[in-house]
């Protein structure tokens, strides 16, 4: 059992930046890849970035390519993602998620690959 706990969101206006943060309670957290997704109303959940175990491999959706930066700290069991240059389109509600049993390749980009789910938090983005 693992709680992911999302927090960092708000309302900003165009071009601004947010960072997210996500704390685990997983005390062995450097031994799990994690992702971030984005869900906006009436749309599926798609894949935002996605971040190795140590760190050293990162994914990025091509929306979000050059502006978002994920990054973690495996001493603070935490994963952040930086925002910048944001758009209305950008706008959604925003999940951590940890994959628990990682095989083979170290960053993960679909939903279904992923084991655990923090609650959210909503980003908005003002035009």
């Known amino acids: 059992q693992v709680q992911l706990v999302e927090s960092g969101g708000g309302l900003v206006q165009a071009g601004g930046s947010l960072r997210l943060s996500c704390a685990a309670s997983?005390?062995?957290?450097?031994?799990?890849?994690m992702g971030w997704f984005r869900q906006a109303p009436g749309k599926e959940r798609d894949f935002v970035s996605g971040?190795?175990?140590?760190?050293?491999?990162?994914n990025y959706a091509d929306s979000v390519k050059g502006r978002f930066t994920i990054s973690r700290d495996n001493a603070k069991n935490t994963v952040y993602l930086q925002m910048n240059s944001l758009k209305p389109e950008d706008t959604a509600t925003y999940y951590c998620?940890?994959?628990?049993?990682?095989?083979?390749?170290?960053?993960?980009?679909?939903?279904?690959?992923?084991?655990?789910w923090g609650q959210g938090t909503q980003v908005t983005v003002s035009s």
């Open positions: 971040i190795s175990r140590s760190g050293a491999n990162t």
């Open positions: 997983k005390r062995t957290f450097s031994r799990y890849p």
């Open positions: 998620a940890i994959k628990l049993q990682p095989i083979g390749s170290d960053v993960y980009t679909t939903a279904v690959d992923y084991d655990g």
